[in-house]
């Protein structure tokens, strides 16, 4: 809403933005069969005070009513919802096993890459002992490499392993570590 104007209906929303918590608010509402003044009662009761206009300019207003922090909080409480459950685009709102499965990949995401920067740690760490005691470095790679392969003969990678367990020789050495290359 760059000059004021509310966004065509057909406009793809974005997730969690007002306009999604706006539309939510007439979804939830309707959901309870409350009417705008019943919504703006047990608002007031939860100890966010607010008429049953506001309620109204909040969900058919043109332009919107804007909706503050303390409000989308509020709304939040009375409706039993998280407020990032209000702020996510209201299609999803009616399907709750895709609201799952996104949260799913969001935190699966995080353990990936969570695990690849352990698993460089890991091996950055080996590396310094390995460039300390050379002697041990052909038995310690050949003993990584078994242990890989035979993980991966048992099924223990899920997917293909993307990170090499040869380290890049780079021209100069990066600072933060070795870098290896995409297997």
């Known amino acids: 809403m760059v000059d004021g104007t ?33 919504l703006a009662d047990r608002l007031t009761q ?13 969900e058919s ?10 409000e989308a909080i509020g709304f939040s409480e009375v409706f039993g919802l998280s407020l990032e459950d209000l702020l996510s685009p209201p299609r999803l709102a009616m399907h709750a096993r895709v609201r799952e ?25 080996l590396d ?3 460039d300390r ?16 392969a035979e993980d991966a003969a048992a099924g223990r990678y899920p997917g293909p392993v993307l990170m090499s367990l040869e380290p890049d020789e ?6 933060g570590g070795r870098t290896y290359p995409e297997g």
């Open 6 to 38: 509310e966004p065509p209906r057909s406009s793809p929303q974005t997730l969690w933005s007002e306009e999604n918590l706006a539309e939510r608010v007439r979804l939830e509402r309707e959901a309870r069969g409350w009417s705008t003044g019943a």
């Open 46 to 58: 939860a100890g966010y005070p607010m008429n049953q206009s506001a309620v109204w300019r909040i």
């Open 61 to 70: 207003g043109t332009p919107r009513r804007r909706i503050n922090l303390e």
């Open 101 to 125: 499965l996104i949260e799913d990949v969001r935190r699966r995401q995080r353990e990936y890459l969570q695990a690849g920067a352990a698993f460089i740690a890991a091996r950055d760490a």
């Open 128 to 130: 310094a002992y390995l």
């Open 133 to 148: 005691h050379p002697e041990v470095r052909e038995e310690a790679e050949g003993a990584i490499a078994q242990a890989m």
């Open 170 to 175: 780079p021209d100069e050495p990066e600072e």
